[in-house]
T-cell receptor, first 117, second 113 residues
Framework: GAVVSQHPSRVICKSGTSVKIECRSL??????MFWYRQFPKQSLMLMAT?????????EQGVEKDKFLINHASLTLSTLTVTSAHPEDSSFYIC?????????????FGPGTRLTVT | AQSVTQPDIHITVSEGASLELRCNYS??????LFWYVQSPGQGLQLLLK??????LVQGIKGFEAEFKTRLSYFNLRTPSVHWRDAAEYFC???????????FGGGTRLMVKP
């Protein structure tokens, strides 16, 4: 099956620093990737849709200057949390849509737990 | 707009008992429906999905779900729960435009020995 990886799986950073999270589709090409955020004991909330070679589309209430998304290739999207603060601590999950597969099926990465101290 | 509701935040069942997790959805046309399971600190694993065809969908780990269009629910069932099934379960809906997934709030399943 289609595999999506995320790196790192866990990261702890100091307030004010920036953190980059990578999302890779390992065995398929993904023209579209999605970034979700999940707070403890809550559901996944879509942050943005990332399209290869174009600007990401952000959901309402998500600051695009704080959560920078780059989708430079068909297998890699990155989310950079800039000037991180403790309230940015969360579980970040990406998913990818197979370019050659069913348009409505997404494959999820294992998630990245970000802790900002 | 599409929406998904999982009415039960927590459910506790005994090992070996049957289980049904509720999922109500709202969508203007026939949606694509999914059930995912998430163990603590892990990503999401797809249990099953409904796109079209037979309304009774068989998934992995002994789970199934039935698409009830007129009743707008897509409940997840298993005849016998195992202790390993303790996790968080999410129902999700996607419109046929192939755009965003909308998730329900999740149901945390606890299994008593």
């Amino acid at each position: 099956g289609a595999v999506v990886s995320q790196h790192p799986s866990r990261v702890i950073c100091k307030s004010g620093t920036s953190v980059k999270i990578e999302c890779r589709s390992l065995d398929f090409q993904a023209t579209t990737m999605f970034w979700y955020r999940q707070f403890p004991k809550q559901s996944l909330m879509l942050m943005a849709t990332s399209n290869e070679g174009s600007k990401a589309t952000y959901e309402q209430g998500v600051e695009k200057d704080k959560f920078l998304i780059n989708h430079a290739s068909l297998t890699l999207s990155t989310l950079t949390v800039t000037s991180a603060h403790p309230e940015d601590s969360s579980f970040y999950i990406c998913s990818a849509r197979d370019h050659g597969g069913l348009s409505y099926e997404q494959y999820f990465g294992p998630g990245t737990r970000l802790t900002v101290t | 707009a599409q929406s998904v509701t999982q009415p039960d935040i927590h459910i506790t069942v005994s090992e070996g008992a049957s289980l049904e997790l509720r999922c109500n959805y709202s969508y203007g046309a026939t949606p694509y429906l999914f059930w995912y399971v998430q163990s603590p600190g892990q990503g999401l694993q797809l249990l099953l999905k409904y796109f079209s065809g037979d309304t009774l969908v068989q998934g992995i780990k002994g789970f199934e779900a039935e698409f009830k269009t007129r009743l707008s629910y897509f409940n997840l069932r298993t005849p016998s729960v195992h202790w390993r099934d303790a996790a968080e379960y999410f129902c999700a809906v996607c419109g046929n435009a192939g755009n965003m997934l909308t998730f329900g709030g999740g149901t945390r399943l606890m299994v008593k020995p």
